[in-house]
């Protein structure tokens, strides 16, 4: 018979003078009426640990854990695709959120540790660079790799999850942590496996340094149930005796406000309450095989679910009346007087005062210490000489060692054992490097192999993602004719579900670019090429050659007395310009314009020419974009939530602006980019969305908007609506015929996507290698078919198949 444990849930806080027991983002689910099938048995608990720089209201942060165990329990079938589909939830939650306050720069970023107890097996999952130390009878293990699980929830349609699978075993200890203390390591919690779960407690807050919310837990035999224990309030732990096992000091901990029960009334004196508390064992008897007392019988806590309150305000607020005070250490409340003598262990200092951790700062005195190190160093140096060259003599004609000097030999009794730690190091790390190779290896193959027989397509994503990021982990190590085969064979798996077509990226700069650019467009001419600095304002010139694009820098567009820096640029004709534009040179090649509507026209042998387009009606607010298309020109103006178009002539546009929309205006606050075909008006929104506006000068047929507008995804298990799922936008161009079609830029993947004009997908491309770390920031598809992209200031380019 499989002996049942108890999963034991401890909070690890520390806060200034406080420890309250207890953890922001921790839910210990409760199971509902009617689980799906093979969900009456998983215990859940969730630890959600938030960042970024958008916090989320205490009572969201409830209710979005609560949701997302309602998602598991409703799930059927094995447990990490339950798992994964409440991780999912959890990420479009945050995701959405972080579309909605994108325009505000505010940001909300998930780390998340879930597990799931069956009756003799744990299944946990991390999403987002937390850590997990296991310390078991047999060694200890850390669960930490941000590959594997990703960079958290929120910041992408799709995120990573890595899955773990535990057998426990009695007194096997899980320390669960985003930031822990540098002194947490498996070593530490081995070495504490066999004292009382409080003393951990407490020697785990004295090394607080980092994380101030961490969660411990602890298997003990029992029934097979998650229960949640906290510090007793002090009065309980002064009434009780001593014992041999400090677990007493630890009480239950219920969703409910945890001083509940504890706070007297308000005109009565707290040390009856306390009292009162003190003098009921038949209400309240704890659990005599752990010094824990349980919550709830077989709910695991029940809707256990501590929101963010207390922590959002730890660093202004006073701590709640309702919130318990942590248990009195001995030095603090001293041991009853009719209790036996305490054990060394009871007696120590608590670690957990900061007086005890601070030493003293002594007198010192600069070149005193200096003399005495001095000194010291000299008589070790002797020491070890005297030492070394006696047993020199003693092995030795006695002739030969008296010609060793002393230094000599200290030299040499400090120098040959380091060299031999040298030479242990050299071969050890060659070893740990290859161990680590062919772990990450094999765990790639494992989880590859879990796509056979599977149909569903965001599963088998799942599983493709996370065995590639495996093999990234094997490779950073080696790259072996195994790993290449293994990674060909899970690729192109991955790549014919998701549509992609891998391109040889080249540096398209000979040289490279100035570093600490940002290029946020590119204009692609014959054999120009135009490159806009966002960080400046300015463009740079380059010229193709027959080893690629040479920067021009005589090259004169950006910043000047008659304009800012600017915010975009476009392409003009070659012909049919207006003579008064080439008076001094040759006709210009680039329209910029700044964020005032200030034009620049560019060329390759002079100076540029600023002129101001006539200010539309309600003046400029902030100009975003524009575009050029059949003589007219487009002007994005968030600022004022309009697009204006201009008649050009010649390249000149004089008149004043019209507005693009009649009575019905989209919003276009959130807009970030726009492109025109024939008239027709894209729209892309900073939420990725894509608004499409059919323009008319007809009273009789006003012009329509579509916005959002539906993407059609043709991929297996995905269909019509407003968004790409797993993709972020930030960037659009159109595509003349033969082969009218939009493209897209997702930033975060590094990747193009094509549709046609309708906005239906028809492939996506990627780099067959990977690129450098970093976002991509601009694109566009030139001449031949050549795609640019460039990550900062860093440009690409692969030829389109």
Same mark, same amino acid.
């Given at each position: 018979?499989?002996?049942?444990?108890?999963?034991?849930?401890? @909070?690890? +806080?520390?806060? #200034?003078?406080?420890?309250?027991?207890?953890?922001?983002?921790?839910?210990?689910?409760?199971?509902?009426?009617?689980?799906?099938?093979?969900?009456?048995?998983?215990?859940?608990? /969730?630890?959600?640990?938030?960042?970024?720089?958008?916090?989320?209201?205490?009572?969201?942060?409830?209710?979005?854990?609560?949701?997302?165990?309602?998602?598991?329990?409703?799930?059927?079938?094995?447990?990490?695709?339950?798992?994964?589909?409440?991780?999912?939830?959890?990420?479009?939650?945050?995701?959405?959120?972080?579309? &909605?306050?994108?325009?505000?720069?505010?940001?909300?970023?998930?780390?998340?540790?879930?597990?799931?107890?069956?009756?003799?097996?744990?299944?946990?999952?991390?999403?987002?660079?937390?850590?997990?130390?296991?310390?078991?009878?047999?060694?200890?293990?850390?669960?930490?790799? #941000?590959?594997?699980?990703?960079?958290?929830?929120?910041?992408?349609?799709?995120?990573?999850?890595?899955?773990?699978?535990?057998?426990?075993?009695?007194?096997?200890?899980?320390?669960?942590?985003?930031? @822990? %203390?540098?002194?947490?390591?498996?070593?530490?919690?081995?070495?504490?496996?066999?004292?009382? /779960?409080?003393?951990?407690?407490?020697?785990?807050?004295?090394?607080?340094?980092?994380? #101030?919310?961490?969660?411990?837990?602890?298997?003990?035999?029992? $029934?097979?149930?998650?229960?949640?224990?906290? #510090?007793?309030?002090?009065?309980?732990?002064?009434?009780?005796?001593?014992?041999?096992?400090?677990?007493?000091?630890?009480?239950?901990?219920?969703?409910?406000?945890?001083?509940?029960?504890?706070?007297?009334?308000?005109?009565?004196?707290?040390?009856?309450?306390?009292?009162?508390?003190?003098?009921?064992?038949?209400?309240?008897?704890?659990?005599?095989?752990?010094?824990?007392?349980?919550?709830?019988?077989?709910?695991?806590?029940?809707?256990?679910?501590? $929101?963010?309150?207390?922590?959002?305000?730890?660093?202004?607020?006073? +701590?709640?009346?309702?919130?318990?005070?942590?248990?009195?250490?001995?030095?603090?409340?001293?041991?009853?007087?009719?209790?036996?003598?305490?054990?060394?262990?009871?007696?120590?200092?608590?670690?957990?005062?900061?007086?005890?951790?601070?030493?003293?700062?002594?007198?010192?005195?600069?070149?005193?210490?200096?003399?005495?190190? +001095?000194?010291?160093?000299?008589?070790?140096?002797? %020491?070890?000489?005297?030492?070394?060259?006696?047993?020199?003599?003693?092995?030795?004609?006695?002739?030969?060692?008296?010609?060793?000097?002393?230094?000599?030999?200290?030299?040499?009794?400090?120098?040959?054992?380091?060299? *031999?730690?040298?030479?242990?190091?050299?071969?050890?790390?060659?070893?740990?490097?290859?161990?680590?190779?062919?772990?990450?290896?094999?765990?790639?193959? *494992?989880?590859?192999?879990?796509?056979?027989?599977?149909?569903?397509?965001?599963?088998?994503?799942?599983?493709?993602?996370?065995?590639?990021?495996?093999?990234?982990?094997?490779?950073?190590?080696?790259?072996?004719?195994?790993?290449?085969?293994?990674?060909?064979?899970?690729?192109?798996?991955?790549?014919?579900?998701?549509?992609?077509?891998?391109?040889?990226?080249?540096?398209?700069?000979?040289?490279?670019?100035?570093?600490?650019?940002?290029?946020?467009?590119?204009?692609?001419?014959?054999?120009?090429?135009?490159? /806009?600095?966002?960080?400046?304002?300015?463009?740079?010139?380059?010229?193709?050659?027959?080893?690629?694009?040479?920067?021009?820098?005589?090259?004169?567009?950006?910043?000047?007395?008659?304009?800012?820096?600017?915010?975009?640029?476009?392409?003009?004709?070659?012909?049919?310009?207006?003579?008064?534009?080439?008076?001094?040179?040759?006709?210009?090649?680039?329209?910029?314009?700044?964020?005032?509507?200030?034009?620049?026209?560019?060329?390759?042998?002079?100076?540029?020419?600023?002129?101001?387009?006539?200010?539309?009606?309600?003046?400029?607010?902030?100009?975003?974009?524009?575009?050029?298309?059949?003589?007219?020109?487009?002007?994005?103006?968030?600022?004022?939530?309009?697009?204006?178009?201009?008649?050009?002539?010649?390249?000149?546009?004089?008149?004043?602006?019209?507005?693009?929309?009649?009575?019905?205006?989209?919003?276009?606050?959130?807009?970030?980019?726009?492109?025109?075909?024939?008239?027709?008006?894209?729209?892309? &929104?900073?939420?990725?969305?894509?608004?499409?506006?059919?323009?008319?000068?007809?009273?009789?047929?006003?012009?329509?908007?579509?916005?959002?507008?539906?993407?059609?995804?043709?991929?297996?298990?995905?269909?019509?609506?407003?968004?790409?799922?797993?993709?972020?936008?930030?960037?659009?161009?159109?595509?003349?015929?033969?082969?009218?079609?939009?493209?897209? /830029?997702?930033?975060?993947?590094?990747?193009?996507? &094509?549709? $046609?004009?309708?906005?239906?997908?028809?492939?996506?491309?990627?780099?067959?290698?990977?690129?450098?770390?970093?976002?991509?920031?601009?694109? +566009?598809?030139?001449?031949?078919?050549?795609?640019?992209?460039?990550?900062?200031?860093?440009?690409?380019?692969?030829?389109?198949?």
């Amino acid at each position: 018979m499989t002996l049942q444990l108890d999963f034991i849930l401890l @909070p690890i +806080v520390r806060q #200034p003078e406080h420890d309250q027991g207890l953890i922001p983002g921790l839910l210990v689910a409760e199971l509902p009426r009617r689980p799906a099938r093979g969900r009456s048995d998983d215990q859940l608990f /969730l630890r959600l640990t938030l960042g970024g720089n958008a916090m989320m209201e205490p009572q969201d942060q409830t209710r979005l854990l609560e949701k997302a165990a309602q998602t598991y329990y409703k799930s059927s079938g094995a447990v990490t695709g339950a798992m994964r589909k409440m991780i999912t939830l959890l990420n479009q939650e945050i995701l959405s959120r972080n579309l &909605h306050n994108a325009g505000r720069g505010l940001q909300t970023i998930g780390y998340l540790t879930a597990g799931v107890l069956k009756p003799d097996t744990l299944y946990m999952a991390q999403s987002g660079p937390t850590h997990a130390f296991l310390a078991t009878g047999q060694g200890g293990e850390h669960y930490y790799d #941000p590959q594997l699980s990703g960079r958290g929830l929120g910041l992408a349609r799709t995120t990573q999850v890595r899955f773990m699978q535990i057998t426990p075993q009695a007194g096997d200890l899980i320390l669960l942590s985003t930031q @822990p %203390s540098p002194a947490w390591t498996t070593d530490f919690l081995q070495s504490r496996r066999q004292i009382g /779960l409080e003393a951990l407690r407490r020697d785990l807050i004295g090394q607080i340094e980092i994380d #101030p919310f961490a969660l411990l837990i602890q298997a003990r035999p029992g $029934s097979g149930r998650l229960r949640t224990a906290r #510090p007793k309030p002090v009065a309980l732990v002064q009434e009780q005796p001593a014992g041999p096992d400090d677990d007493e000091e630890l009480d239950e901990l219920t969703g409910q406000a945890p001083a509940a029960a504890a706070k007297p009334p308000k005109n009565q004196p707290q040390e009856s309450s306390a009292g009162a508390a003190a003098a009921s064992p038949a209400e309240k008897k704890p659990d005599e095989s752990s010094g824990v007392q349980p919550t709830v019988e077989a709910g695991a806590a029940a809707g256990l679910a501590i $929101s963010a309150a207390a922590a959002s305000s730890r660093r202004s607020a006073p +701590v709640p009346v309702e919130q318990v005070p942590p248990p009195e250490t001995p030095a603090q409340a001293g041991p009853p007087q009719d209790a036996p003598p305490a054990s060394p262990q009871e007696t120590a200092p608590d670690k957990t005062a900061p007086k005890e951790r601070r030493l003293p700062r002594p007198d010192w005195n600069l070149s005193q210490g200096l003399s005495a190190f +001095v000194r010291r160093l000299d008589r070790t140096f002797n %020491s070890i000489g005297q030492a070394l060259r006696t047993s020199v003599q003693r092995a030795s004609p006695q002739d030969s060692a008296a010609n060793i000097s002393t230094s000599v030999l200290a030299f040499m009794a400090v120098a040959i054992p380091l060299v *031999v730690v040298a030479i242990a190091w050299t071969v050890y790390t060659q070893r740990g490097q290859e161990s680590i190779y062919t772990d990450y290896l094999n765990q790639a193959a *494992v989880i590859a192999s879990q796509a056979e027989g599977e149909t569903d397509a965001d599963t088998l994503r799942q599983i493709y993602s996370e065995a590639l990021a495996a093999l990234d982990r094997a490779e950073q190590d080696q790259v072996s004719d195994q790993s290449t085969a293994l990674r060909s064979q899970i690729q192109g798996a991955y790549d014919n579900l998701e549509w992609i077509e891998r391109l040889d990226f080249q540096p398209a700069i000979v040289g490279g670019l100035e570093s600490g650019l940002v290029i946020s467009r590119i204009v692609v001419m014959d054999d120009e090429m135009f490159l /806009l600095d966002a960080s400046g304002g300015r463009v740079i010139h380059a010229e193709a050659t027959a080893q690629g694009y040479e920067v021009d820098p005589g090259f004169l567009c950006g910043p000047g007395l008659q304009n800012g820096p600017l915010v975009d640029i476009v392409p003009l004709p070659r012909s049919n310009l207006d003579p008064s534009l080439s008076e001094d040179g040759e006709a210009p090649k680039l329209l910029g314009i700044d964020a005032n509507g200030n034009l620049l026209y560019c060329r390759s042998d002079g100076p540029p020419m600023a002129r101001a387009l006539p200010t539309p009606d309600s003046n400029w607010g902030r100009v975003e974009a524009m575009r050029y298309d059949s003589g007219t020109l487009y002007v994005l103006d968030p600022g004022t939530n309009a697009v204006w178009y201009y008649p050009g002539d010649g390249g000149l546009f004089n008149e004043r602006p019209g507005f693009f929309f009649d009575e019905t205006v989209p919003n276009l606050r959130n807009v970030i980019d726009i492109v025109v075909d024939r008239g027709d008006l894209y729209l892309l &929104h900073e939420n990725s969305e894509v608004g499409i506006c059919v323009y008319s000068s007809l009273e009789t047929a006003p012009t329509r908007c579509d916005d959002p507008a539906n993407f059609t995804d043709p991929r297996p298990d995905r269909g019509v609506g407003p968004a790409i799922e797993g993709a972020s936008f930030t960037q659009t161009q159109f595509s003349s015929p033969p082969e009218p079609s939009i493209y897209l /830029l997702d930033p975060i993947a590094r990747a193009v996507y &094509h549709f $046609s004009v309708r906005l239906t997908l028809q492939r996506q491309y990627r780099a067959r290698t990977p690129l450098p770390e970093g976002d991509a920031t601009a694109f +566009v598809v030139g001449p031949n078919r050549r795609l640019f992209l460039a990550l900062g200031d860093r440009l690409y380019v692969a030829q389109l198949p």
